[in-house]
């Protein structure tokens, strides 16, 4: 149940942005939206396993 809602999630988000990368002929609307994705990816990434990965760490 949990996979369903993640991958509609990912199709409603795509949906909603997906016109405004084409909002002008240029390609900076979608270079835009794909760095703002990206930083979003890498802060969540970073809160969901802050305190989990050290590097250098062996048991």
Do not use: E, H, W, Y
Request: aromatic share 6%.
């Amino acid at each position: 149940m949990t996979r369903d809602r993640f991958g509609s999630t990912s199709f409603l988000i795509g949906a909603l942005v997906s016109p405004l990368a084409g909002l002008t002929d240029s390609a900076a609307p979608m270079a835009l939206i794909q760095a703002l994705a990206a930083a979003g990816a890498l802060t969540g990434f970073t809160l969901l396993t802050r305190g989990r990965l050290t590097a250098g760490t062996q048991k």
